[in-house]
């Protein structure tokens, strides 16, 4: 079956502007997870949702960022202001319930210039 | 606090040779430990988790407590094997979160 899918595979902004991260989980899995990796560094997490609920957002690194699953399906990280900081690459994965294998999507890669 | 650490950023071998890929971590619970691999232009993917006590592509890993270790091994290590290597842990009392270490690239050489 299909597996996580992100949009766009790439995203260049200028430095100030919004842009909206998409990620279409695995049909069927409750929990979603957004996670940031920074060139040579490991994905490091950002949020998780059970649901349509954010259950955790103790890794979001400021208030620019924000992320939504209205239905409890896909979900939007929002992120405004941009900064060059923000340049990264933007992985979100799912899992069937909270405490199962999470299955990774392929990244959307934001450059911030 | 909570870490993952991957000493070697780059790990060449070759092809037959056996292969360690080091991870320490520290937790101050029952951590659950992970390897997830990234072949080139692939999504991130797991490789084994300790509770299951697989092997899988002929890779184990142990978890030592005492030593709050999680190497990863294989005897013979092939081409294909060539990848970035990422150790992780979550809390077994349900939390959610992965921290990732660094990651490794292995280099299986001809």
């Known amino acids: 079956g299909a597996g996580v899918s992100q949009t766009p595979s790439n995203k260049v902004t200028e430095k100030g502007k919004y842009v909206e991260l998409r990620c279409d989980p695995i049909?069927?899995?409750?929990?979603l997870y957004w996670y940031r990796q920074s060139l040579g560094q490991g994905p490091e997490f950002l949020i998780y949702?059970?649901?349509?609920?954010?259950?955790?957002d103790s890794g979001l690194p400021n208030d620019r960022f924000f992320a939504v699953r209205p239905e409890g399906s896909v979900s939007t990280l929002k992120i405004q202001r941009t900064e060059r900081g923000d340049s990264a690459v933007y992985l979100c994965a799912s899992s069937l319930e909270r405490n199962n294998e999470q299955f990774f999507g392929p990244g959307t890669r934001l450059t911030v210039l | 606090a909570q870490r993952v650490t991957q000493p070697e950023k780059l790990l060449s071998v070759f092809k037959g040779a056996p292969v360690e890929l080091k991870c320490n971590y520290s937790?101050?619970?029952?951590?659950?430990l992970f390897w997830y691999v990234q072949y080139s232009r692939q999504r991130l993917q797991l490789l084994l988790r300790?509770?299951s006590r697989e092997s899988i592509k002929g890779f184990t890993a142990d978890l030592n407590k005492g030593e709050t270790s999680f190497h990863l091994k294989k005897p013979f290590a092939q081409e294909e094997d060539s990848a970035m290597y990422y150790c992780a842990l979550s809390g077994l009392s349900g939390t959610y979160k992965y921290i990732f270490g660094t990651g490794t690239r292995l280099k299986v050489l001809a």
């Open positions: 949702f059970q649901g349509t609920g954010a259950a955790d």
């Open positions: 300790h509770i």
């Open positions: 937790y101050s619970g029952s951590p659950e």
């Open positions: 049909s069927g899995h409750t929990a």
